[in-house]
């Protein structure tokens, strides 16, 4: 019979181990090695903004941004007035920030424009009236005369 020896200097455990002990640093060790995984950046978090949709009409809605060059693009607009066009894709419901308004921007949706198409510029009480044809039809908002008032988070 052959006699094999310990390659490791850890002492031997006698008895059989543990499968939940295993198993939970088999994912401690898949946990640590994702965390230090540089090719899988965390997901910056979304920006809230307030947009003043054209200083005649004085309304203002919220858009929820989750594009970091978009966020970027409009943090660089804030205070500079009318520069740039906001535009983004409507879904119903406030989406949980678009208050007091039935719809919302697609946060993945939304672009900072020099310029669009006329079809949908407007503004937001003419969505609200008529959303089913802005969302069926349309499909997106960009009212022409947008400011960003302020970024909220």
């Known amino acids: 019979m052959k006699r094999y020896e310990r390659l490791s ?58 594009d970091p060059s978009q966020i970027a693009a409009l943090e660089s607009l804030l205070g500079q007035g009318n520069r740039k066009i906001v535009s983004g894709a409507l879904r119903r419901g406030n989406g949980g920030f678009n208050t007091p308004w039935s719809w919302h921007m697609a946060p993945d949706s939304i672009e900072v424009a020099d310029v669009t198409i006329e079809l949908c510029d407007g503004r937001p009480s003419d969505v609200e009236s008529a959303l089913d044809y802005w969302i069926d039809t349309v499909g997106r908002f960009c009212p022409w005369g947008t400011e960003v008032v302020a970024r909220l988070q």
């Open 9 to 66: 200097s850890a002492p031997a455990v006698s008895g059989s181990t543990r499968p939940g002990a295993t198993l939970a640093l088999a994912a401690a060790a898949l946990l640590i090695g994702l965390a230090c995984n540089d090719s899988h950046p965390a997901e910056p978090s979304d920006a809230l903004f307030d947009i003043l949709a054209s200083a005649a009409s004085g309304e203002t809605f919220r858009i929820q941004v989750s």
